[in-house]
T-cell receptor, first 112, second 112 residues
């Protein structure tokens, strides 16, 4: 079945710097790749998603890139702010299933 | 306000005592899902439902049951809870399996 690996597990950056989180997936036919942000005591919240027919997608300071050949996708956060501190999860939807497989999460800390 | 509501938010109980965690959404979503979150393991899908009376197993269904008698409700049932089911549980809903999921705020279960 689908397996999603996420790195790093923790990431500390200075305010204003960029942060990059990477995920790899195993099912080459996976089609949908969302990213979720989880703040303390809350449920995850979608921040951006990308489908397999697109290589890159941006939303203000957040971007996601997808490399289908290498089977990996990355979350890029520019000009980080303290409120970006949270746990981030990537996920992939395997082909011909209605499941969603999550990575193990990255704890991002942005220091002022 | 669009939301996914889980109850209870916290529960401490004993091995073998049947319990139900309720989940309700007010967004007319077809797809609903249950996840458990454990340290180092990320979010793992327990069961999901594509629509009323349609449910299917996720990656970790053992020891759990679900039902989908109405579109808005998707209860998670632990018939005979065991300590290895101590975890943080999230319910989510969306318009489809490859659409943004809206998560509840979680239910923390402790099985002694």
């Amino acid at each position: 079945g689908e397996n999603v690996e996420q790195h790093p597990s923790t990431l500390s950056v200075q305010e204003g710097d960029s942060a990059v989180i990477k995920c790899t997936y195993s099912d080459s036919a996976s089609n949908y790749f969302p990213w979720y942000k989880q703040e303390l005591g809350k449920g995850p919240q979608l921040i951006i998603d990308i489908r397999s027919n697109v290589g890159e997608k941006k939303d203000q300071r957040i971007a996601v890139t997808l490399n289908k050949t290498a089977k990996h996708f990355s979350l890029h956060i520019t000009e980080t702010q303290p409120e970006d501190s949270a746990v981030y999860f990537c996920a992939a939807s395997p082909y011909n299933t209605d499941k969603l497989i999550f990575g193990t999460g990255t704890r991002l800390q942005v220091f002022p | 306000e669009a939301q996914v509501t889980q109850n209870p938010r916290y529960l401490i109980t004993v091995t073998g005592k049947k319990l139900t965690v309720t989940c309700s959404q007010n967004m007319n979503h077809e797809y609903m899902s249950w996840y458990r979150q454990d340290p180092g393991l990320g979010l793992r899908q327990i069961y999901y439902s594509m629509n009323v009376e349609v449910t299917d197993k996720g990656d970790v269904p053992e020891g759990y049951k679900v039902s989908r008698k109405e579109k808005r409700n998707f209860p998670l049932i632990l018939e005979s809870p065991s300590p290895n089911q101590t975890s943080l549980y999230f319910c989510a809903s969306s318009f489809g399996s490859e659409q943004p999921q809206h998560f509840g705020d979680g239910t923390r279960l402790s099985i002694l």
